[in-house]
């Protein structure tokens, strides 16, 4: 089993310790290989918004950096933890540039078969917002989220109280846990109500814009997306009643852009 931590402080203090915790108490119980990428010494470049990995391919970026080999690693291993501080009420600029340089993965979601682990610290404020964005990221991209934990660690103002370090030790170990239970069942559990929304959101501008956008549209049909009466990305049991709800929000949305379009072809 392969765990892949994305390291969103650039440094090796709280965010890392709280990892390393919980490296340890999953493999207290099995041998994981475990990887991070410090963002701080990867390479990655600010992204210039030209549009080219959506339009025609992550393939035609102009920047030359370590994007395509951080995607790589996402998707050889079996779980992926996305680690962030608070900073500023949200994730650091690093997981942020992160997120950014592979932007087209919310149009062509791709992490299927990984687990996710999200994990923030918070000298006091903030870790709600940020484990909410990331819980967003993760499961547009794909990712099955099996663990949320943002823990309280600051860091000026001399050690926690102890009652506190108790509550983060409790936090890490259930999320650990839980983190592991998902790694090691091997399958993709039922789909909640909010992906199986996220792909009727995402299939409604895709088919409807079709060669406007020939990329993603080219993409979403050769994984047969696009077909009548497809309930999820991945064949897994999807309730009637979520699938009957993503319905009716994808028919709202593509009436919506079917406006807009019409709309812009008459101007
Ligand atoms: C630039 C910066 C901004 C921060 N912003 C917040 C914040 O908005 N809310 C908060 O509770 N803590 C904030 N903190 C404290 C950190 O979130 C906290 O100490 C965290 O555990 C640091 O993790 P690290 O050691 O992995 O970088 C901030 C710290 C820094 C350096």
Redesign the pocket.
Known sequence: MKVLVIMG??????????AERIREIIQKKVPVEWEYVMLKDAHLEDCRGCYMCFEKGEEYCSLKDEASPLEQKMMDADGVIFAS??????V?YLMKLFIDRHGYIFHRPRFFRQKALLL????????SDVLKYLNLVARIWGFEVSARVG??????FGPLPPYVMDENERKLQVAAAAFLTALQSGTRSRSKLFDVIGFHIGRAPIDELGDLAPKDHKYWKEKGWLEKGKRFYVDVPVNPLYHAIGLMVEWYMRRRIRKDLRAVIKD
């Open positions: 402080s650039p440094r090796k203090g709280n965010t890392y310790r709280a501080p608070v900073y500023g009420f949200q650091s923030t610290t918070a000298g006091f404020s903030g870790m823990i309280r660690s600051h860091a000026t």
